[in-house]
């Protein structure tokens, strides 16, 4: 099993920037692929961003690609989601999650983490 933690949600003004952490456990972490997603309120959960471990390589979604950056720390088992010119639209519960075998997809995640808030307001 993999644990997952999210961490570093809160409250941003709008055009302000968060760094969300996800620290990730358990008895393997021999996964794929780690990625993160959002939900905002009354809306489906969607992807963000995806990193795959073997060879660190990222892919992003279109809302996002140019304000938000996906990386790790090895040393700390740690995924990273930098986010920039935040909005007002961001605001939502983000999570992450891993895929053991494959790329991220929101329909075939094997483990998710219980999310953190982020809300963008002034």
């Known amino acids: 099993q993999v644990q997952l933690v999210e961490s570093g949600g809160g409250l941003v003004q709008p055009g302000g920037s968060l760094t969300l952490s996800c620290a990730a456990s358990g008895d393997t972490l021999d996964y794929y692929a780690i990625g993160w997603f959002r939900q905002a309120p009354g809306k489906e959960r969607e992807g963000l961003s995806c990193?795959?471990?073997?060879?660190?390589?990222?892919y992003y979604a279109d809302s996002v690609k140019d304000r938000f950056t996906i990386f790790r720390d090895n040393t700390n088992n740690t995924v990273y989601l930098q986010m920039r010119s935040l909005k007002p639209d961001d605001t939502a519960v983000y999570y992450c999650a891993v895929n053991l075998w494959a790329m991220c997809h929101i329909g075939t995640m094997d483990y998710w983490g219980k999310g953190t808030l982020v809300t963008v307001s002034s």
């Open positions: 990193l795959v471990k073997s060879d660190g390589s990222t």
